[in-house]
Protein backbone atom coordinates (compact mmCIF):
# COMPACT_ATOMS: atom_id res chain seq x y z
CA UNK A 1 0.00 0.00 0.00
CA UNK A 2 1.25 3.39 -0.71
CA UNK A 3 1.58 6.17 1.78
CA UNK A 4 -1.45 8.07 -0.14
CA UNK A 5 -3.89 5.01 -0.03
CA UNK A 6 -2.50 4.23 3.76
CA UNK A 7 -3.55 8.11 4.75
CA UNK A 8 -6.61 8.04 2.74
CA UNK A 9 -8.01 5.26 5.18
CA UNK A 10 -9.32 7.69 7.54
CA UNK A 11 -11.15 9.67 5.28
CA UNK A 12 -13.07 7.22 3.67
CA UNK A 13 -13.93 5.40 7.17
CA UNK A 14 -15.32 8.60 8.32
CA UNK A 15 -17.31 8.69 5.01
CA UNK A 16 -18.81 5.12 5.95
CA UNK A 17 -19.58 6.36 9.64
CA UNK A 18 -21.19 9.19 8.34
CA UNK A 19 -23.37 7.08 5.56
CA UNK A 20 -23.91 4.67 8.49
CA UNK A 21 -25.90 7.40 10.86
CA UNK A 22 -27.70 8.34 7.75
CA UNK A 23 -29.44 4.95 7.50
CA UNK A 24 -29.58 4.84 11.02
CA UNK A 25 -31.15 7.90 11.17
CA UNK A 26 -33.16 6.59 8.23
CA UNK A 27 -34.75 3.89 10.05
CA UNK A 28 -35.29 5.74 13.55
CA UNK A 29 -37.79 8.03 11.47
CA UNK A 30 -39.32 4.62 10.35
CA UNK A 31 -39.93 3.35 13.70
CA UNK A 32 -40.75 6.51 15.18
CA UNK A 33 -43.93 7.23 12.41
CA UNK A 34 -47.37 5.93 12.86
CA UNK A 35 -49.05 3.89 10.43
CA UNK A 36 -52.41 3.98 9.48
CA UNK A 37 -54.81 0.69 8.60
CA UNK A 38 -54.66 -0.49 5.26
CA UNK A 39 -57.61 -0.66 3.44
CA UNK A 40 -56.65 -1.73 0.40
CA UNK A 41 -57.12 -4.76 0.91
CA UNK A 42 -59.96 -6.68 2.41
CA UNK A 43 -58.86 -8.57 5.60
CA UNK A 44 -61.08 -11.65 5.34
CA UNK A 45 -60.27 -14.35 8.16
CA UNK A 46 -56.55 -13.10 9.53
CA UNK A 47 -55.88 -13.16 12.69
CA UNK A 48 -55.09 -9.45 13.76
CA UNK A 49 -51.25 -9.19 15.10
CA UNK A 50 -50.72 -7.62 18.20
CA UNK A 51 -47.09 -6.50 17.41
CA UNK A 52 -46.82 -3.01 17.06
CA UNK A 53 -45.54 -1.33 13.67
CA UNK A 54 -42.46 -0.18 14.64
CA UNK A 55 -41.65 -3.62 16.24
CA UNK A 56 -39.83 -4.79 13.16
CA UNK A 57 -37.45 -1.94 12.44
CA UNK A 58 -35.86 -2.34 16.10
CA UNK A 59 -33.91 -5.31 15.27
CA UNK A 60 -32.77 -3.28 12.24
CA UNK A 61 -31.86 -0.23 14.09
CA UNK A 62 -29.71 -2.09 17.07
CA UNK A 63 -27.86 -3.49 13.74
CA UNK A 64 -27.18 -0.51 12.33
CA UNK A 65 -25.95 0.83 16.29
CA UNK A 66 -23.54 -1.98 16.27
CA UNK A 67 -22.21 -1.72 13.34
CA UNK A 68 -21.49 1.97 13.38
CA UNK A 69 -19.97 1.44 17.38
CA UNK A 70 -17.52 -0.75 15.21
CA UNK A 71 -16.74 1.96 13.00
CA UNK A 72 -16.10 4.64 15.67
CA UNK A 73 -14.14 2.24 17.46
CA UNK A 74 -11.95 1.13 13.81
CA UNK A 75 -11.59 5.07 13.05
CA UNK A 76 -10.16 6.34 16.28
CA UNK A 77 -7.76 2.76 15.67
CA UNK A 78 -7.13 4.55 12.62
CA UNK A 79 -6.92 7.99 13.50
CA UNK A 80 -3.96 7.01 16.28
CA UNK A 81 -1.98 5.06 13.69
CA UNK A 82 -2.03 7.64 10.99
CA UNK A 83 -1.27 10.52 13.50
CA UNK A 84 1.62 8.16 14.52
CA UNK A 85 3.07 7.49 10.83
CA UNK A 86 2.11 11.53 10.06
CA UNK A 87 5.02 12.28 13.31
CA UNK A 88 7.40 10.01 11.78
CA UNK A 89 7.89 13.06 9.16
CA UNK A 90 10.87 15.50 10.55
CA UNK A 91 9.39 18.63 8.98
CA UNK A 92 6.90 20.21 11.18
CA UNK A 93 5.18 22.21 8.44
CA UNK A 94 4.93 19.11 6.72
CA UNK A 95 3.44 17.12 9.22
CA UNK A 96 1.07 20.20 9.70
CA UNK A 97 0.00 19.96 5.78
CA UNK A 98 -0.32 16.36 6.07
CA UNK A 99 -2.75 16.18 9.55
CA UNK A 100 -4.65 19.06 8.18
CA UNK A 101 -5.35 16.79 5.16
CA UNK A 102 -5.61 13.58 6.19
CA UNK A 103 -7.25 13.71 9.65
CA UNK A 104 -8.84 16.87 9.59
CA UNK A 105 -9.47 15.96 5.95
CA UNK A 106 -9.92 19.87 4.66
CA UNK A 107 -9.95 20.79 1.04
CA UNK A 108 -6.42 22.09 -0.52
CA UNK A 109 -8.11 25.49 -0.44
CA UNK A 110 -8.98 25.67 3.27
CA UNK A 111 -5.31 24.52 4.02
CA UNK A 112 -3.95 27.24 1.80
CA UNK A 113 -5.88 30.04 3.49
CA UNK A 114 -5.44 28.68 6.93
CA UNK A 115 -1.32 28.17 6.18
CA UNK A 116 -1.42 31.33 4.45
CA UNK A 117 0.35 28.97 1.33
CA UNK A 118 -0.22 28.83 -2.49
CA UNK A 119 -1.91 25.98 -3.64
CA UNK A 120 1.01 24.75 -5.34
CA UNK A 121 3.29 25.07 -2.49
CA UNK A 122 0.72 22.80 -0.23
CA UNK A 123 0.91 20.32 -3.57
CA UNK A 124 5.19 20.42 -3.28
CA UNK A 125 5.03 19.64 0.77
CA UNK A 126 2.38 17.16 0.53
CA UNK A 127 4.49 15.41 -2.10
CA UNK A 128 7.70 15.85 -0.23
CA UNK A 129 5.46 14.11 3.22
CA UNK A 130 4.51 11.26 0.97
CA UNK A 131 8.32 10.36 0.31
CA UNK A 132 9.14 11.05 4.17
CA UNK A 133 6.73 8.87 5.81
CA UNK A 134 6.84 5.71 7.05
CA UNK A 135 3.44 3.57 7.67
CA UNK A 136 3.91 0.36 9.16
CA UNK A 137 3.12 -2.76 7.34
CA UNK A 138 0.75 -5.21 9.16
CA UNK A 139 0.90 -7.91 6.20
CA UNK A 140 3.46 -9.82 8.03
Not at 109 to 118: M, Q, R, S, T, V
Request: aromatic fraction near 10%; glycine fraction near 4%.
Amino acid sequence: MEAKEYLQQYYFAKLKLDSLKTELFYLETLADGTQGCNFDKPRVDKTPTLEAPFIKYLDRIDKKRKQIDGQITKLLELEEEITEAIATVDDPMIEVVLRERYINCLSWGDIGKKLHYAEAHLYRLHREGLKKIQIKDDSK
